[in-house]
C-alpha cells in the first residue's frame, strides 16, 4: 500500500510532467449559486459536489454542540494532516469538502493551497462547541454574531470557500421549530456583514436540516422572504439524509418524494451529510453506496450532489478510512464509493442556457403544534457597540462576573415586574423582541436592574443584590447617542445594524486542541431551570417572553 507520505509527492511530479500549473487559492474560479444550481463563474459550466465531511472526533448536532468543553481539531490548520489525507480524497473524486468547526484565530493558508491545488472547495459550518445557536433554548446574540463574523473573516480571502452553513440540525424535533427565527436572523445578518465588508458576493450563507417531520416547513422558512429590502433567505440548503440503507431504492429511501418536494426551490440543494450505516454488514459497515448513482443520474435537475459523511472512523461506524502512526488505511466502502462515483456522469447545463424560473416559497404560519416561528419580525440584528453604550449610560449596573448567580437576580427582577424585562425579550412565536435581547448575559442583567433601580425611585438598596450590582455615573461615548435613542429608554426600539469589522476585531485566541473557549457566555434563559420557568410563567401571562410547546 502506497504510504500517504508518498501520493504528494507523486502528484506533484505529475504536475511537473505534464506542464499543468496547480491552482491557488487566489485564482481558482469561484462557484456561484445561481437558481437552482451551482456554476464555475469562469466557464458558467454546472458544478456538481462530490464531497466528503472532514473534522475529526466532532458531533455538529445543534443540541450537543452547546458544551463548551468539548474539544475539537480544527481541520484545515495543520498543512500535514492535509497533505496526508487529500491525495486519498482525490481518488474518490473529491471536489469538496465541509467542515464543521475551525479556529479564526489559526492560518489556514497552507491547506486551502494544497485543497484548491486539488481542485477541491470548502463549505464551512459557523459555528463551534459552546457558540452555537441552541436547540432548546435559542439565541442570536454578540457572542455568537462575533464567532460567526470571525468565521467568515478567516476564510472570506480564499476562492474556494463556496459559503458557510449558519446552523446544522438545530431544529431536530417537533417543540424546537422557534429556534428557526433565530437562525434566518444569523443569516441575514450574516450575509449584511459579508456585503458591507466587501468580500465576494459569490459567498454564500446557508443551513443544514436534519430529516425531521418539520423538514418542509424548515426549507420553506429558510428560503421565504418577507420583508422587503431585507435578505434573509438562504443561498443554498443542505439536507442530511441518511434514507437510503445498503441496497435501498428510489421509492424505498423517499428519495423521489424529495426530488417532487425540491422541484420549485429557489436555491441549489445538496446532501449535506449522506450514507447510511444501519443495516449494513461489516465492522465498520462496508456501505455499498448504491445511492450515487441515483443521486448524480435521474436527481440531477433538482439536486447539486452530495458530502458523504464522513472522512474519519468514529465510534459510531461512520468513517472511510482509519488513520494510524499518520497512515491511511482505506476501508472497503471508501472503494465502493470510489467505484460508484467512477461511474456517474451528471447531465450539466451551462449558466449561459439557464434562465431561473423557481420564485421564493410563503413563509409557514404560526399554528398548533408544528411550527411556532414567525418570519417578520426576526430577532434584531446583534449591534455589539449598542450593548457597550447601554451599559456605560446606566445609572446601576452589574458588578460581577460571577454567572451562576445571575438567575435568582433575573428570576426576582422579571417576577416583580415584567415591564422590566421587555427590553430583553426574545419570544420567535409572537415575533416580539427587546432591543438588547441579543447582548450578553452580563449586559442583560444589568438593563434589568437599571431598570428595576429607576423603577424604585432610585434607592441606593435597589441597586445592590447581594453586592452582585453597583451605581455608577452614566456615560455616553461618541456615536452612542444616535444607538440609544433608535433603542429607546425602555429597551423597546429598534436596534441598526453594526458597522466595521466585527469578528477578527474582536475574536479571541483559543487552543483548540483542549477544549474549546467560549467567546461570551450564553443568553439569560440558559441560568437555572427555576428563572427559566419563573419568567415563562410571567412572560406568557403578558405575552412577552418564550413560547414553550
Known amino acids: 500500500m502506497w504510504t500517504s507520505s508518498a501520493l504528494p509527492r507523486l502528484a506533484l511530479g505529475l504536475a511537473a510532467v505534464t506542464g499543468t500549473i496547480a491552482q491557488s487559492y487566489n485564482d481558482i474560479p469561484d462557484i456561484q449559486a445561481y ?29 450537543a454542540n452547546n458544551n463548551a468543553n468539548t474539544k475539537y481539531t480544527d481541520p484545515l490548520a495543520d498543512a500535514s494532516k492535509c497533505s496526508r489525507d487529500i491525495p486519498f480524497m482525490k481518488k474518490i473524486f473529491t471536489n469538496v469538502i465541509r467542515v464543521y468547526a475551525i479556529d479564526p484565530t489559526q492560518n489556514h493558508d497552507d491547506c486551502m493551497e494544497q485543497l484548491a491545488s486539488n481542485d477541491i472547495y470548502v463549505i464551512a459550518d459557523l459555528g463551534e462547541p459552546g457558540t452555537s445557536i441552541d436547540s432548546n433554548n435559542p439565541e442570536w446574540n454578540v457572542a455568537l454574531y462575533t464567532r460567526y ?26 417543540n424546537q421549530t422557534s429556534a428557526a427565527a433565530f437562525v434566518k436572523a444569523a443569516v441575514r445578518d450574516t450575509k449584511a456583514y459579508i456585503k458591507q465588508m466587501n468580500y465576494r458576493k459569490t459567498l454564500g450563507v446557508g443551513y443544514a436540516t436534519a430529516d425531521v417531520p418539520s423538514r418542509n416547513e424548515l426549507a420553506h422558512y429558510f428560503a421565504c422572504e418577507p420583508i422587503d429590502g431585507a435578505s434573509t433567505s438562504i443561498d443554498f440548503w443542505g439536507y442530511n439524509v441518511y434514507s437510503w440503507c445498503g441496497d435501498s431504492n428510489y421509492e424505498k429511501s423517499s428519495y423521489g418524494e424529495r426530488v417532487d418536494f425540491f422541484k420549485d426551490y429557489p436555491v441549489p440543494v445538496f446532501f449535506a451529510e449522506y450514507g447510511c450505516v444501519d443495516g449494513v454488514e461489516g465492522d465498520p459497515p462496508n456501505r455499498p453506496f448504491t445511492e450515487v448513482a441515483v443521486l448524480y443520474g435521474n436527481m440531477t435537475s433538482v439536486f447539486s450532489g452530495g458530502i458523504v459523511y464522513e472522512w474519519f472512523i468514529a465510534e459510531n461506524g ?25 461511474k456517474v456522469t451528471p447531465s450539466s447545463t451551462a449558466s449561459s442556457a439557464y434562465k431561473p424560473s423557481n420564485s421564493a416559497p410563503a413563509c409557514p404560519t404560526v399554528g398548533g403544534t408544528t411550527w411556532a416561528a414567525v418570519a417578520s419580525p426576526l430577532p434584531p440584528a446583534v449591534n455589539p457597540q449598542l450593548c457597550d453604550c447601554e451599559v456605560k449610560n446606566l445609572d446601576c449596573t452589574v458588578d460581577s462576573d460571577d454567572e451562576d448567580s445571575y438567575a435568582d437576580v433575573f428570576n426576582f427582577i422579571c417576577g416583580s415586574n415584567q415591564a422590566y424585562c421587555n427590553g430583553i425579550a426574545h419570544n420567535a412565536t409572537s415575533g416580539t423582541y427587546g432591543a438588547l435581547g441579543g447582548c450578553s448575559p452580563k449586559q442583560q442583567l444589568a438593563w434589568v436592574a437599571n431598570q428595576y433601580y429607576q423603577g424604585s425611585s432610585n434607592k441606593q438598596s435597589a441597586c445592590d443584590f447581594n453586592g452582585l450590582a453597583k451605581t455608577q455615573s452614566p456615560t455616553t461615548s461618541a456615536g452612542c447617542e444616535a444607538l440609544l435613542s433608535a433603542a429607546g429608554t425602555n429597551g423597546q426600539g429598534t436596534v441598526p445594524s453594526p458597522t466595521g469589522q466585527q469578528g477578527t476585531a474582536a475574536a479571541s485566541s483559543s487552543s483548540k486542541g483542549a477544549a474549546a473557549g467560549t467567546m461570551a457566555a450564553p443568553g439569560f434563559f440558559n441560568y437555572g431551570k427555576a428563572f427559566f420557568a419563573a419568567y415563562v410563567i410571567t412572560a406568557l401571562v403578558s405575552g412577552v417572553g418564550m413560547f414553550v410547546l
Open 318 to 342: 461512520y468513517g472511510l478510512v482509519d488513520i494510524k502512526d499518520n497512515t491511511v488505511s482505506p476501508y472497503p466502502d471508501y472503494t465502493s464509493l470510489s467505484s460508484q462515483l467512477a
Open 35 to 63: 437558481g437552482q444550481h451551482f456554476f464555475y463563474t469562469n466557464n458558467g459550466s454546472q458544478f456538481y459536489l462530490k464531497g466528503v465531511a472532514y473534522q475529526e472526533n466532532y458531533n455538529p448536532n445543534g443540541t
Open 149 to 174: 463574523t470571525a468565521v467568515v473573516d478567516s476564510l472570506s480571502k480564499y476562492k474556494n470557500v463556496i459559503g458557510f452553513f449558519a446552523g446544522n440540525e438545530v431544529v431536530s424535533a417537533q
